[in-house]
């Protein structure tokens, strides 16, 4: 199975500042089917960014993705207060569907 | 809108089996497929199968080695998990969640379903 490495594992920021939240898979992620997604405490992780650069409905335009093959990027411009939560990225390119360990990040 | 609604927490014993109910609304059911995913104390997320709930298909994680069942009533708009020979490490909060076919992201996602096993 695809194994999905999340770095790094927390990330203290301010709000304003920008994060970087590195996704690294153990082999190719066919047709980069490379999602992210947020989950704030107490509550279902919620869709980010899918194909690997794609933009879910509704998520504004500081949240952005990238990478293809192994290594993928989620990229937040500028931290909003709602944007402190823990951050995921899934591979759906082969069964079984593997998520990583997770990112939290965090007001400094 | 696109709802998916689970059914209430749950306390087991341990050899025990649970069923989950996953029931969707604001959108053509046997149209897409459902995921079933948990998430346990510290873990990451784990997927554990879905179903094609137009022909009931379904595709389990070997991890889980057999004891996971996806099945779906169309007439309820339902999906259902049931998960066999219950451990302590299988408590967790389980998740439903829709998918546009196989290979596809996860969205939206039930409000989970808390499963505890204890003796």
């Known amino acids: 199975e695809i194994v999905l490495t999340q770095s790094p594992a927390t990330l203290s920021l301010s709000p304003g500042e920008r994060a970087t939240l590195s996704c690294r898979a153990s082999q190719n992620v066919g047709n980069n089917y490379l999602a992210w997604y947020q989950q704030k405490p107490g509550q279902s992780p919620g869709l980010l960014i899918y194909g690997a650069s794609s933009r879910a409905t509704g998520i504004p335009d500081r949240f952005s993705g990238s990478g293809s093959g192994t290594d993928f990027t989620l990229t937040i411009s500028r931290l909003e207060p709602e944007d402190f939560a823990v951050y995921y990225c899934?591979?759906?390119?082969?069964?079984?569907?593997?998520f990583g360990q997770g990112t939290k990040v965090e007001i400094k | 809108q696109v709802q998916l609604v689970q059914s209430g927490a749950e306390v087991k014993k341990p050899g025990a089996s649970v069923r989950v109910s996953c029931k969707a609304s604001g959108y053509i059911f046997s149209h897409y497929v459902i995921h079933w995913v948990r998430q346990a104390p510290g873990q990451r997320l784990e997927w554990m199968g879905w179903i094609n709930a137009g022909d009931g298909t379904t595709l389990y994680s070997q991890n889980l080695q057999g004891r996971v069942s996806v099945t779906r009533d169309t007439s309820a708009n339902t999906a259902y998990m049931e998960l066999s020979s219950l451990r302590s490490e299988d408590t967790a909060i389980y998740y439903c969640?829709?998918?546009?076919?196989?290979?596809?992201?996860?969205?939206?996602w039930g409000q989970g379903t808390l499963v505890t096993v204890s003796s």
């Open positions: 899934q591979q759906y390119g082969e069964p079984p569907w593997t």
């Open positions: 969640a829709r998918g546009y076919g196989p290979g596809s992201y996860c969205f939206p």
